[in-house]
């Protein structure tokens, strides 16, 4: 089991600015790359960045390139998501997720191939 506990949403202006950070616990030498996702009302989840949990791949959903940053502290197992120029249609609540390495190949992107889910933390930006 791997738990996670996101923070650090909130309000803020456009063009403004938040860190969200991900604690993970327990059986965190099983993860393989974590990811952040995130759900506004009315819509699917979709896919925010992620990174390989031992170095590696960094991605990030074209609508928050350039603007967002993940990053990872594998000695405190944290994962952060640094927002700037954020814009209205960036809120939402967002997740943080965990892939296992019993998950074998995975789609990054994919919502489905995540083991473990955070209970989210909401962001709200203001025009």
């Known amino acids: 089991q791997v738990q996670l506990v996101e923070s650090g949403g909130g309000l803020v202006q456009a063009g403004g600015s938040l860190r969200l950070s991900c604690a993970a616990s327990?059986?965190?030498?099983?993860?393989?790359?974590m990811g952040w996702f995130r759900q506004a009302p009315g819509k699917e989840r979709e896919f925010v960045a992620s990174?390989?949990?031992?170095?590696?791949?960094?991605y990030y959903a074209d609508s928050v390139k350039g603007r967002f940053t993940i990053s990872s502290d594998n000695a405190k197992n944290m994962v952060y998501l640094q927002m700037n120029s954020l814009k209205p249609e960036d809120t939402a609540v967002y997740y943080c997720a965990a892939i296992t390495l019993s998950s074998g190949s995975y789609d990054y992107w994919n919502a489905h191939d995540y083991d473990y889910w955070g209970q989210g933390t909401q962001v709200t930006v203001s025009s």
């Open positions: 990174i390989r949990w031992r170095g590696g791949g960094i």
């Open positions: 327990g059986r965190t030498f099983r993860v393989n790359a």
